[in-house]
């Protein structure tokens, strides 16, 4: 099993930044992808950015493109998403996932955190 814990989530002004981590526990974290999704209120979880186990390889929504980026320390178990320029729009609450495929983890991974809110007040 693949456990995984976010965190750095708050409330932030508009324009302003966070930074979320997730520690990630059970299993080899190099071998896994990881990505991050979002679900605002009323509306489906969404792909947000993904990244390769070496990290070498990584992908971000049209929404998030230039604002946001994903990166991991493979020596700290530790995968990050630093948001930038946030918008109202960017309210949700983010979660953390695993796959040991990079394409599966940006639209069905298969492990999950539980989450960590964000709010973006205008």
């Known amino acids: 099993q693949v456990q995984l814990v976010e965190s750095g989530g708050g409330l932030v002004q508009a324009g302003g930044s966070l930074r979320l981590s997730c520690v990630v526990s059970?299993?080899?974290?190099?071998?896994?992808?990881m990505g991050w999704f979002r679900q605002a209120p009323g509306k489906e979880r969404d792909f947000v950015a993904g990244?390769?186990?070496?990290?070498?390889?990584?992908y971000y929504a049209d929404s998030v493109k230039g604002r946001f980026t994903i990166s991991r320390d493979n020596g700290k178990n530790t995968v990050y998403l630093q948001m930038n320029s946030l918008k109202p729009e960017d309210t949700a609450v983010y979660y953390c996932?695993?796959?040991?495929?990079?394409?599966?983890?940006?639209?069905?991974?298969?492990?999950w955190g539980k989450g960590t809110l964000v709010t973006v007040a205008s």
């Open positions: 996932a695993a796959d040991l495929n990079i394409t599966v983890v940006r639209s069905n991974p298969a492990y």
């Open positions: 059970g299993r080899s974290f190099s071998n896994y992808a």
């Open positions: 990244i390769s186990w070496s990290g070498g390889s990584t």
